[in-house]
Structures are given as C-alpha cells and as structure tokens.
C-alpha cells in the first residue's frame, strides 16, 4: 500500500492526526530531502527507515519502492512541504 | 482575536494539530450546528462554552461575538465540515 501523504507547509503544526498516524505505521517513508523531513519526523517523534526519492531519482529507487510494496509492506511518499 | 479554524469532512483524523490546538486555548467556538461540532470537539477532548452561529443567525448573535472580542478574549469560527 502506498499512501500519499500532505506535510505542512512553514508551521509543523500544519498536519492532521492521520498524517501523523500514517507516517508512524508505515514500513518506509520516501521524501525529497531525508534532512528536511527528518525535521519533521523527529518533531513527531516518529522514527522510520528513509528512503530519499525525488524528480532526479533514477529507476533504482522506483524498483526499491516497488519491490517493498509487492512484498506487502507499506510506504508512504512525501515531499519536502505540501502534497507530493 | 477571531481565528477562523477549518475542520474534517468525513474523518475525524483530518484536522491539524494547529487546529486542536486552537480550540483548545480559545474562550468560545462559535459553531454552525453545536451537535455537528461537539462530535469532532468530544473527540479532541475539546470543553468550551459553544454558540451556534450560522447564515440565518441574527445580529444579536453577531454583537454577542463582537462583545467577546472586544473582551479581549478569544473566538473560533468552524463550520459543520471544511472552512467557514
């Protein structure tokens, strides 16, 4: 399962509760910049494994993806502020 | 201080953090449908004196606000579901 999930955008209080919830019980969380959500993961304590996928990311990272969601587990893909 | 605070359309979970937080420090809610909005506010352990307020509401509702805004306290506007 894949689920697409919005960040806020300049306030970290700007995310619902089921963001968060999702964010806490996904098995990898891809993001633009492992830096700049690793702000606001810890500001929410959630601590997952990290994958950095963005515009420039090669085919690589897509098969890594792909192969975690075809193994059952679950993503949830982000981008660095708003919705991926 | 008027803050105009949106909230869920169909899940619970769908609200900001920001926006809990803000009904949880203000001194009213002025709301469209007090039941409507006490489900999502009982959910969030939210307790604050309501006031329906809504297109067919009268001045004297509007003077009411007014009243506490000028109070110095602290208003919240939602609506049954998104932004009023």
Chains 1, 2 share one sequence.
């Not at 969380?29 to 606001?40: F, P």
């Amino acid at each position: 399962m894949l689920y697409i999930v919005a960040t806020p955008i300049g306030n970290l209080g700007d995310i619902t509760y089921r963001a968060v919830e999702t964010l806490k019980k996904v098995d990898l969380i891809a993001c633009e910049d492992t830096r700049t959500s690793g702000v606001l993961l810890k500001h929410y304590d959630i601590e997952k494994p990290l994958l950095s996928y963005h515009s420039h990311s090669g085919v690589a990272k897509v098969d890594k993806i792909m192969k975690y969601l075809q193994e059952g587990k679950t993503v949830a893909l982000i981008s660095d502020a708003g919705t991926p």
